[in-house]
């Protein structure tokens, strides 16, 4: 067995790989998915907060304004970002202090309040929109493009497998769905 270096991190995929036989190919699948997300997820939290000064919870929330141009009242908010109202409300403050984001009381219910981007919020949230999707391209460009392809749709196949053993409420009563920009299970 070789030791990884000091360099090296030591993850739990890692750990199941030295000895296969004592593993579930479920398990090692599983185990890869999550290292590779956490190593996407870790490199575009630095390069966000590098380039743009931001971190990944604001950049998702702009998402979230990007895509409803007329305003979202907070709660759903939260309920799209799958956080408390606690923690949107902190994101909201902090971005509207820097003018990107508008925060005004809704006509309909006084206690609710619509957010949505400004002019200058969008302009904002545009150019990390594209640095972010240029850095995912990156990240995943020694794959080819067919085996992109290739792997998009048997996840697909993956999701609908864990969906399918997942109890109507999910784990804990949770809701499972989520607001999702793909067009295929």
């Known amino acids: 067995m070789t030791r990884p270096s000091p360099r090296e991190p030591v993850d739990a995929e890692s750990k199941v790989g030295e000895d296969l036989s004592n593993h579930r190919v479920e398990l090692r699948l599983w185990l890869r998915l999550l290292t590779c997300a956490n190593l996407i997820e870790a490199e575009?939290?630095?390069?966000?907060?590098?380039?743009?000064?931001?971190?990944?919870?604001?950049?998702?929330?702009?998402?979230?304004?990007?895509?409803?141009?007329?305003?979202?009242?907070?709660?759903?908010?939260?309920?799209?970002?799958?956080?408390?109202?606690?923690?949107?409300?902190?994101?909201?403050?902090?971005?509207?202090?820097?003018?990107?984001?508008?925060?005004?009381?809704?006509?309909?219910?006084r206690r609710a309040a619509l957010v949505r981007l400004t002019a200058r919020g969008a302009e904002t949230f545009a150019a990390m929109a594209r640095a972010h999707s240029d850095w995912v391209a990156e990240l995943l460009a020694g794959l080819p493009i067919e085996d992109q392809k290739a792997l998009w749709s048997?996840?697909?196949?993956?999701?609908?497998?864990?969906?399918?053993?997942?109890?109507?409420?999910?784990p804990d009563g949770v809701l499972t769905d989520t607001i999702e920009a793909e067009t295929k299970p």
Do not use: W, Y
């Open 44 to 109: 575009i939290r630095r390069r966000l907060r590098e380039t743009f000064d931001t971190t990944l919870p604001r950049f998702d929330l702009m998402a979230q304004l990007e895509r409803a141009p007329d305003g979202i009242l907070l709660g759903e908010l939260s309920r799209r970002m799958m956080v408390s109202n606690g923690n949107v409300t902190g994101l909201v403050e902090r971005l509207v202090q820097e003018g990107l984001i508008e925060r005004q009381v809704s006509e309909r219910d």
């Open 154 to 170: 048997r996840l697909g196949d993956l999701k609908l497998s864990v969906r399918g053993a997942i109890s109507p409420g999910g």
